[in-house]
């Protein structure tokens, strides 16, 4: 499984961006996708997740501001977060995973994707 994530950028605190991530390969397995978080010092942490049934999970922190979706289709799926309101504590390198949790055991990594939130 591959993961592309785009959609990073600088944007000013009270403004928008959506992050994008698509996977390909063998997507057959997939169940969860989402997207993690990590601050300069900080340790990684969840920000959004959604499952193949489409239920969701958000930290506490963007509840309300950011919006997960997934769109799934024979060769690919793409997750988006739809980032509103930002805040300068949103600022953060913005990770897109996605496992094969309960029947399989892995899970994948993208490549990190840069949001910088200006006060």
């Known amino acids: 499984v591959q993961l592309q994530a785009c959609g990073g950028g600088l944007v000013q605190a009270g403004g928008s961006l959506r992050l994008s991530c698509a996977a390909s390969?063998?997507?057959?397995?997939?169940?969860?996708m989402g997207w993690y978080r990590q601050a300069p010092g900080k340790e990684r942490e969840l920000v959004a997740t959604?499952?193949?049934?489409?239920?969701?999970?958000?930290a506490d922190a963007v509840k309300g501001r950011f919006t997960i979706s997934r769109q799934n289709a024979q060769t690919k799926i793409t997750v988006n977060l739809q980032m509103n309101n930002l805040k300068p504590e949103d600022t953060a390198v913005y990770f897109c995973?996605?496992?094969?949790?309960?029947?399989?055991?892995?899970?994948?990594w993208g490549q990190g994707t840069q949001v910088t939130v200006s006060s």
């Open positions: 995973t996605a496992d094969n949790f309960p029947w399989g055991s892995d899970d994948y």
């Open positions: 390969g063998r997507i057959s397995s997939i169940n969860t």
């Open positions: 959604i499952t193949s049934g489409g239920s969701k999970n958000y």
